[in-house]
């Protein structure tokens, strides 16, 4: 298990009171096929050159160099532009974080309907300051990981309504640390989640959430 629980049906099939359209789609297709075998490589890599740039002092010609470089390689994925419902990114659950580039790169290690448990490691480029990671960057993995929790608790696509992140201590970088979420209680279409990320047996925040089920269509 990497990106999600492969085996739970978090998927709603489209149906005519439930269209394809609107925020999220009503299926989340489950995919291992798309951007290839190396897609999760490409990804690692341009995480490392994030890491790297966050890093870098370059040279004007450094910098230079690097600039051209990027043009082709952006030049070369211009070619094959897709809409965000078929692109891997976000879509590979065997891959960290579904092989979603923005997030922080986590693995799944248990996830069904009574929460999920998940490996994080904030990179070098989710720096806040003073070496260690940035409180936003947190807060992106409980609402990423919150809203799973949510999403196969009641088997329908779920959308935050609120999130708060209590800092408890710091987050350390390059650390493989656990992230908890779960459904705490429902009433309705209100999910309401709680988290935890530990670094060991060090509470580094805790979080409380509220998710809102969607209902059939909509947007
Ligand atoms: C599958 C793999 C996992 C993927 C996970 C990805 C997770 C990513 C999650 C996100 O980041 S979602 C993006 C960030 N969130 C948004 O952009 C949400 C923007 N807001 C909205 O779209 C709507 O406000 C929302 C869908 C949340 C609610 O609108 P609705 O029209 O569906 O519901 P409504 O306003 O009628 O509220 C329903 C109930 O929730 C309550 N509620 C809504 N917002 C609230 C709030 N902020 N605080 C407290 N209560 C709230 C509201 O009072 C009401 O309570 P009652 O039923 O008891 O009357």
């Given at each position: 298990?990497?990106?999600?629980?492969?085996?739970?049906?978090?998927?709603?099939?489209?149906?005519?009171?439930?269209?394809?359209?609107?925020?999220?789609?009503?299926?989340?297709?489950?995919?291992?096929?798309?951007?290839?075998?190396r897609?999760?490589?490409?990804?690692?890599?341009?995480?490392?050159?994030?890491?790297?740039?966050?890093?870098?002092?370059?040279?004007?010609?450094?910098a230079?160099?690097?600039?051209?470089?990027?043009?082709?390689?952006?030049?070369?994925?211009d070619?094959?532009?897709?809409?965000?419902?078929?692109?891997?990114?976000?879509?590979?659950?065997?891959?960290?974080?579904?092989?979603?580039?923005?997030?922080?790169?986590?693995?799944v290690?248990?996830?069904?309907?009574?929460?999920?448990?998940?490996s994080?490691?904030?990179r070098?480029?989710?720096?806040?300051?003073?070496?260690?990671?940035?409180?936003?960057?947190?807060?992106?993995?409980?609402?990423?990981?919150?809203?799973?929790?949510?999403?196969?608790h009641?088997h329908?696509?779920?959308?935050?309504?609120?999130l708060?992140?209590?800092?408890?201590?710091?987050?350390?970088?390059?650390?493989?640390?656990?992230?908890?979420?779960?459904?705490?209680?429902?009433?309705?279409?209100?999910?309401?989640?709680?988290?935890?990320?530990?670094?060991?047996?060090?509470?580094?925040?805790?979080?409380?959430?509220?998710?809102?089920?969607?209902?059939?269509?909509?947007?």
């Amino acid at each position: 298990m990497k990106g999600a629980p492969i085996d739970q049906k978090w998927n709603v099939p489209a149906t005519e009171e439930s269209p394809l359209e609107g925020g999220f789609r009503a299926e989340f297709e489950v995919t291992t096929e798309r951007g290839g075998p190396r897609y999760g490589e490409l990804i690692e890599e341009v995480r490392t050159f994030m890491d790297k740039v966050r890093y870098a002092s370059p040279t004007p010609e450094l910098a230079d160099e690097i600039i051209d470089d990027l043009k082709l390689f952006n030049a070369k994925l211009d070619t094959l532009l897709v809409d965000e419902w078929h692109t891997p990114s976000g879509t590979r659950v065997d891959l960290p974080s579904r092989g979603n580039i923005t997030l922080p790169p986590y693995e799944v290690i248990d996830g069904g309907e009574d929460g999920v448990t998940a490996s994080v490691e904030f990179r070098r480029f989710h720096l806040g300051g003073n070496g260690v990671a940035h409180g936003g960057h947190v807060a992106v993995v409980f609402d990423d990981l919150g809203g799973m929790a949510a999403t196969l608790h009641v088997h329908g696509i779920a959308r935050t309504a609120y999130l708060t992140v209590n800092y408890r201590s710091l987050t350390p970088l390059e650390t493989p640390l656990t992230m908890r979420t779960w459904a705490e209680r429902r009433e309705g279409r209100k999910i309401f989640v709680k988290g935890t990320l530990h670094d060991g047996d060090r509470l580094c925040a805790d979080m409380e959430a509220l998710f809102i089920q969607l209902r059939p269509g909509q947007a």
